[in-house]
């Protein structure tokens, strides 16, 4: 799997990632589904700040430097970890599936 993880712009102050990367190199979270399957990470960006205006760009250019893979990070999809899901979530899937094509997997959340 090449992976790519876009997060939540306004939860950056709060969290470096650690969950999400941790998650994707140990296989554990919402990755342990592909645990017989090596992972390489192709980048972690933001969505670009509310309404997750460059989630498009940010994936298309993911899937450019060889992402098959893009996972919506927790803080995204649960509100990790300020307790607040983003509303415009239901639009970065559809915006992320579009730029993946058919073969492409989008995970809806990294770690619990």
Same mark, same amino acid.
Request: aromatic content about 6%; glycine content about 10%; proline content about 5%.
């Given at each position: ?37 090596? #992972?390489? !990470? ?5 969505? @670009?700040?509310?309404? +997750? ?5 940010? /994936? ?9 893979? #893009?996972? !919506? ?5 649960? @509100?990790?970890?300020? +307790? ?5 979530? /239901? ?22």
């Amino acid at each position: 799997m090449k992976l790519g993880i876009i997060r939540c712009q306004q939860t950056e102050h709060l969290c470096p990632g650690t969950k999400c990367l941790q998650g994707a190199q140990h296989h554990t979270f919402n990755f342990e589904q592909f645990k017989d399957e090596p #992972i390489e !990470l192709v980048g972690m960006v933001s969505c @670009g700040g509310c309404p +997750g205006k460059q989630v498009s760009a940010r /994936a298309a250019e993911m899937v450019k430097r060889g992402a098959d893979t #893009i996972a !919506l990070a927790s803080c995204i999809t649960r @509100g990790n970890p300020i +307790g607040y899901p983003c509303p415009f979530q /239901a639009k970065q899937k559809d915006l992320v599936r579009r730029q993946l094509g058919e073969n492409g997997r989008l995970l809806e959340y990294t770690h619990e």
